[in-house]
Nanobody, 124 residues
Framework: QVQLVESGGGLVQAGGSLRPSCAAS????????MGWFRQAPGKEREFVAA????????SYADSAKGRFTISRDNGVNTVYLQMSSLKPEDTAIYYC?????????????????WGQGTQVTVSS
């Protein structure tokens, strides 16, 4: 079956960096665009970033532009989210997701598969 497994979250001070990753299995990875989402306590899940199937095109939420970079390595079926200049408001559970698509998905695209999430906590 399809599995998306996130790792690389953790606790970091404001201004620091983290690079969560998401390893996929059980699917033909290069056929899927990938996205990162997050959900903070008491808030709805929100879009963070997305990347097309070959990694040529990306999109970001306004909150992520200039600070986060999404990338993927189709050779190891993994997508990454490099996060820099982290702020306390970035604290959330970060989820990766996969959708069968050629292009970069829109922020509200119906993703096919979801991971279990990795906790990111930014202290002030």
């Amino acid at each position: 079956q399809v599995q998306l497994v996130e790792s690389g979250g953790g606790l970091v001070q404001a201004g620091g960096s983290l690079r969560p990753s998401c390893a996929a299995s059980g699917l033909i990875y290069s056929r899927y665009a990938m996205g990162w989402f997050r959900q903070a306590p008491g808030k709805e899940r929100e879009f963070v970033a997305a990347i097309n199937r070959y990694g040529e095109s990306t999109s970001y939420a306004d909150s992520a532009k200039g600070r986060f970079t999404i990338s993927r390595d189709n050779g190891v079926n993994t997508v990454y989210l490099q996060m820099s200049s982290l702020k306390p408001e970035d604290t959330a559970i970060y989820y990766c997701a996969a959708v069968r698509a050629n292009d970069v998905p829109s922020y509200n695209a119906p993703y096919d598969y979801w991971g279990q999430g990795t906790q990111v906590t930014v202290s002030s």
